[in-house]
């Protein structure tokens, strides 16, 4: 697994490279744009893209995802609220391509009172308008599961499937796992015979092929607490062998694994060298 953290990109796209080297991120996730508002954000200069690739190529940092905006409800109930969450979903998808960033990981949408099955076909529907409409043939929108509190839809693997079978981009769309909200929803992965049963229900209901990345978040709350409160890797209710479980799976040698907890570089750079300290020797 490719470990790394997310970055700011304040004061350009090129430090984000800089804060990724100094917390010795093998990837890195960022906001392309401020997750403040919704409104279009100026266009991206090539000479960004290209100090953003060159910082990278210096820190050799192999991943990247983007983060989508937090205020994007890819399900609002309002139409014109809807329009506007589709609109700033294609700016996401658009602005990964210009960076040349091949993931775009996105919060399903929440239903506000209209009901599960309302939302979700709302969510495909307004996925499949960004897509249709988004120059960025070479990005893949990855939905995060939820902890599933209040309305927040995906908190289930079976509500990602729903959003992602019905899709006219099946094949486009993959997942993105964060551990603090699966174990918010309910999924027990805390012992090796249960963390076993955890990915092969993933597998039985989405395969494990569609798992592009992880958040990986330790939880301040227990199983089924429906809290999206992060804690630092080891000092949540998750501890630290579920981590190191992950870390080593063969399935997801290829996946991304960000660490999102908040705090400054360098507590994420102790928390990416508890992280790499989890590995096994590759086998020879």
């Given at each position: ?17 800089k804060a990724g080297k100094y917390i010795g991120c093998e990837a890195i996730q960022i906001f392309s744009r401020s ?250």
């Amino acid at each position: 697994m490719l470990l790394g953290a997310h970055v700011s990109i304040s004061g350009g796209f090129v430090e984000a490279a800089k804060a990724g080297k100094y917390i010795g991120c093998e990837a890195i996730q960022i906001f392309s744009r401020s997750p403040r508002t919704l409104r279009r954000t100026k266009p991206i200069a090539p000479e960004e893209v290209q100090a953003f690739w060159d910082g990278l190529k210096k820190a050799r940092i192999v991943g990247t995802a983007t983060h989508g905006n937090y205020l994007i409800n890819l399900s609002a109930t309002a139409a014109r609220m809807r329009k506007l969450a589709r609109t700033a979903f294609v700016e996401e998808l658009e602005r990964a391509q210009i960076l040349g960033i091949p993931y775009v990981i996105f919060h399903p949408g929440a239903h506000m009172g209209k009901g599960e099955a309302w939302g979700l076909r709302q969510i495909t529907e307004s996925v499949d308008w960004a897509m249709a409409r988004a120059d960025a043939p070479n990005v893949s929108p990855l939905l995060e599961n939820t902890a599933g509190q209040g309305s927040t839809l995906g908190g289930t693997w079976e509500q990602l499937r729903e959003i992602i079978e019905a899709s006219r981009f099946t094949d486009r769309l993959g997942v993105c796992i964060d551990t603090c909200h699966a174990l918010a929803a309910g999924y027990d992965f805390l012992s090796p015979d249960r963390y076993d049963g955890f990915m092969g229900h993933v597998e039985a209901v989405l395969g494990t092929r569609r798992v592009r990345a992880f958040h990986l978040n330790d939880s301040k709350q227990g199983i089924g607490s429906h809290a999206d409160r992060h804690e630092h890797i080891g000092k949540g209710e998750i501890g630290i062998d579920p981590f190191r479980w992950l870390v080593n799976d063969p399935r997801f040698a290829a996946s991304l694994g960000i660490i999102e907890t908040a705090g400054p570089n360098r507590v994420f750079k102790k928390s990416l060298k508890l992280l790499k300290s989890l590995r096994e020797p590759a086998a020879t």
